[in-house]
């Protein structure tokens, strides 16, 4: 059995300027034991995906299963399936952070959880904030106690929306380690990030969203490799050759070039040496998810001028 399938899903909403197309037709399925990233530019569509996978909204025609459980036909099996953590912070400030977890977990029907909670409080490091109340605690605090919200009817899937914005990189650490932990546990994680490293380092298999479609799904070092390996970055002041500026991506001075080994670094420098173009900070770099993020996208519009 999957831990989650999206089926053909597609929701339009209808706004002042007309229906907007949210998601179009989107299919795809996760796999226990996934750790699966959901990557895509604002507006792509992942947090209408994951608001009807929490049955938060409805699609406008499709069908979403966690493990095996049709999210509309029965949305309170589903929940107890999955654990949301949302992007932003919801508590209630009268609360203590065990109280909280005590609450959340009255509400699954699990009384007596304080064994999983001391286990929570301990791995995302909030043990010493246990009776301390939710609105003392610092931002990032408050991200780990939605955390340990998310979790404390132990989900088989774990679904993580944006997780690290603005967190520090001591708390994204010991977060990704927690997570981790749980992910060789046997727990399912759907991971959506704007960080593209974090997915390139955490997520097994990518699904890239834009405009409310798939525009790849595949596994992470297929995905890597399939965009070739490596990049020519250098700064210049100067046009660059015809042959070049068409492959080239180009951010004010700087210029990056795809190429796929070291004679065609060669050949690239060779070019410019030619042309007379005067290069500044140049290096060579392996091509890391952004980069087939932005040529995907590059290859995507190029479609749709077509
Ligand atoms: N309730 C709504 N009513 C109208 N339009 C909406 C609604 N919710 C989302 N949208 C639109 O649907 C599209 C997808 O939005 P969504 O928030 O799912 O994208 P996203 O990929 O999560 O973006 P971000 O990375 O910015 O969070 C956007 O064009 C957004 O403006």
């Not at 089926?7 to 037709?25: C, M, P, W, Y």
């Not at 999210?71 to 107890?80: F, N, T």
């Not at 603005?166 to 546990?185: C, K, M, P, T, Y």
Request: net charge neutral.
């Amino acid at each position: 059995m999957s831990a989650v399938t999206f089926e053909q899903v597609s929701k339009q909403f209808r706004t002042s300027r007309g229906v907007l197309q949210a998601l179009d037709q989107v299919s795809f399925t996760i796999e226990p034991g996934e750790f699966f990233g959901l990557l895509g530019p604002n507006g792509a569509g992942k947090t209408t995906l994951i608001s009807i996978l929490a049955g938060l909204s409805r699609p406008s025609t499709g069908r979403v299963t966690v493990a095996g459980v049709d999210v509309h036909a029965q949305p309170l099996q589903a929940r107890r399936r999955l654990g949301v953590v949302p992007q932003e912070l919801v508590f209630d400030p009268f609360f203590t952070v065990r109280e909280a977890l005590r609450f959340q977990s009255g509400y699954f029907g699990l009384p007596r959880n304080d064994d999983w909670i001391d286990e929570l409080l301990a791995g995302l490091g909030l043990r010493d904030k246990a009776d301390t109340n939710m609105r003392q605690l610092s931002g990032g605090m408050k991200r780990r106690v939605m955390v340990a919200q998310a979790l404390v009817h132990r989900p088989p899937v774990i679904v993580l929306d944006e997780p690290t914005a603005g967190v520090d990189v001591e708390l994204r650490q010991s977060l990704w380690a927690f997570i981790a932990q749980l992910n060789r546990q046997g727990s399912t994680v759907l991971l959506t990030t704007h960080y593209l490293e974090e997915a390139e380092a955490l997520c097994t298999r990518i699904a890239m969203l834009r405009a409310g479609r798939v525009v790849a799904l595949e596994r992470t070092a297929a995905l890597l490799q399939r965009f070739s390996a490596h990049v020519v970055r250098f700064k210049t002041d100067q046009a660059l050759p015809p042959a070049l500026a068409a492959r080239a991506r180009v951010t004010g001075r700087i210029a990056q070039i795809k190429v796929h080994d070291a004679l065609e670094v060669e050949q690239v420098l060779a070019t410019l040496r030619q042309a007379g173009v005067v290069l500044e900070d140049v290096e060579v770099h392996k091509a890391d998810l952004e980069d087939v993020f932005l040529e995907l996208m590059a290859q995507r519009r190029q479609e749709a001028v077509a």
